[in-house]
């Protein structure tokens, strides 16, 4: 189902406040308490947000959300991100690229590049690539799940193995408080782990809302990518990069007035 401007604006307040109330929702926009409790149920059926007695707050869990509603969340974020990665992938490079919208979006943005070696269990990935002839672009085998397109299991991970890439752009599901990085499927962990053992320089491309989340299983830490690419990271994130060398590369303007020394280059 796709959702309206008002159920995108209210989910994207969820993700800066962590819940939203019934009341609040229907004095800003002028709407029925009625109205707003249809709008978050709308939300809650496709388990974007859950709800709590007055209102809702972002979901997290066991199960993560639908591709397709993905898509729509932190969208400009994500393309933001997207066009800073690229920046950072120089024309003849071999590099990875696993399943999820974030890194669908640095995919979109690389199209401009030349001579570029891509692996991928991502289709959606593969699939944006496909037509341009400067990619050469290699598909990892094994199963192919539904929701999102993402190829997964033993047969990828030793398809991964058989590579050593330059680069390798990885998404998450969540990022704890304590710098872990997590996801939802066990299998695609073990192709993400995969990846990030056979690259030479991994990048973490993940908007803020990964802050805000939880998933249960734990693919590595931050301490284990060179470079980490967001929107906005909360001071926390900043200081487990500084400690561990991580470049932090920000596309906010409030990570400039912030000191970040990456923020103009990665807007640029």
Do not use: W
Not at 50 to 68: C, F, I, K, Q, T
Not at 84 to 99: G, T
């Amino acid at each position: 189902m796709m959702l309206s401007e008002r159920q995108l604006q209210i989910l994207e307040a969820a993700k800066r406040s962590g819940r939203v109330a019934v009341d609040d929702l229907a004095a800003r926009y002028e709407v029925s308490v009625q109205t707003i409790r249809k709008d978050l149920n709308d939300l809650c059926d496709q388990r974007l947000l859950a709800r709590v007695h007055g209102g809702a707050v972002l979901s997290s869990g066991v199960e993560n959300v639908g591709y397709d509603a993905r898509r729509v969340i932190a969208a400009d974020e994500k393309a933001a991100i997207g066009r800073a990665v690229a920046d950072l992938i120089p024309d003849r490079a071999s590099l990875f690229i696993n399943i999820g919208t974030t890194t669908e979006a640095v995919a979109h943005a690389l199209l401009r590049h030349a001579g570029l070696m891509v692996i991928t269990n991502n289709i959606n990935v593969a699939t944006a690539l496909r037509p341009y002839p400067e990619m050469e672009v290699v598909i990892a085998g094994g199963v192919v799940r539904r929701s999102d397109g993402g190829i997964v299991g033993e047969a990828a991970v030793d398809f991964i193995r058989q590579f050593k890439v330059d680069f390798a752009v990885i998404g998450v599901s969540a990022i704890d408080g304590d710098g872990s990085l997590l996801d939802f499927d066990y299998r695609e962990v073990r192709v993400a782990q995969a990846i990030i053992g056979n690259a030479r320089h991994v990048i973490l491309a993940a908007d803020s809302s990964k802050f805000e989340r939880s998933a249960p299983v734990r693919i590595g830490h931050l301490d284990q990518v060179q470079t980490f690419v967001t929107d906005l990271a909360p001071p926390a994130i900043r200081s487990i990069c500084a400690a561990a060398e991580v470049r932090m590369i920000e596309t906010r303007p409030e990570a400039a007035a912030r000191g970040s020394p990456d923020a103009d280059d990665a807007r640029s």
